[in-house]
């Protein structure tokens, strides 16, 4: 019989509670390493350059796993499984691990697991879910994961309005949508990805495919963003070079459409629009970027969707 009580494991990459807490996130990227003054003076700084520094970004994350538990039991009649979603964070408190060690300690006995990013990788999504399941595995709770959903079409749904909406504004400016380069773009990873066989890539080329063919698109491509900073190469080429490369082949409008993110963090809000915004006033192109999906319905269900599927998989 199926407990009455599902957890949902609902994880993420995770940000700092305070300004004052930016050095403990960033050496918990940096594996216990301090980072030096002048790294956590180019951090700190990035933050402060976003409205409301680190707040509206951890707010962001909160509201969107307490909109999954919502509709997840939405219409829930006397008798049906109750879905309590648990927030872990892989740099950040509440961590991984202290999601799993909270659902057991709650008396939940089966657990669903998800990640707040769409497309698969064995370094991001994969290495999120290992972290759940040997916590869960040292405290016997039964849990599986949701994988991807990068296809899903209520996804697909939300990301096309997205793109749709952001060339109709376009056009409002006396701009020809044809006149339009989109480029899609997501977080870079390590180029060993690829020879690994890893899904990632092929998977954000998919999503793109589809909405591009959902809004007729005619011109567009895909490049990566907010890349690591270490010695070992990372996917490229990075939008900033490719905003640079069209401008000098004629381009004038771009709209970016940043897939691979999911709500409004750094590499959004800091990233595209304060970085590439700048970098497109130098080069006399008129820059846009998508808005995030953050806690639309479309998305919600989407999540609530492939959550449902993987629990009642395992039933």
Known sequence: MAHTKIGVLVMSYGTPESMDRIEDYYTHIRHGNKPSPEQLQELTDRYEAIVGGVFPLRENTDK????????????????????????????????????????????????VGVVLAPHYSVMSVGAYNQRAQTKADELGLKISFVKSYHDHPKLIEALTRRVEHSLQQFERQGEARDQVRVLFSAHSLPEKIVEMGDPYPEQLLETSRLIADRVGLPQWQFTWQSAGRTATPWLGPDVLDTMSALAKEGTKNILVAPIGFVSDHLEVLYDLDIEAQAMAKELGIKFARTESLNTDPLYMETLADVVRQQWEGNE
């Open 64 to 111: 969107q796993v307490a909109a999954l538990e919502e509709t997840l039991n939405r219409g829930r009649g006397e008798g049906d499984v109750q879905f309590v979603c648990y927030q872990g964070l892989k740099h950040a408190s509440p961590f991984i691990e202290d999601g799993v060690e909270r659902m057991v300690k709650d008396g939940i006995r089966e657990a």
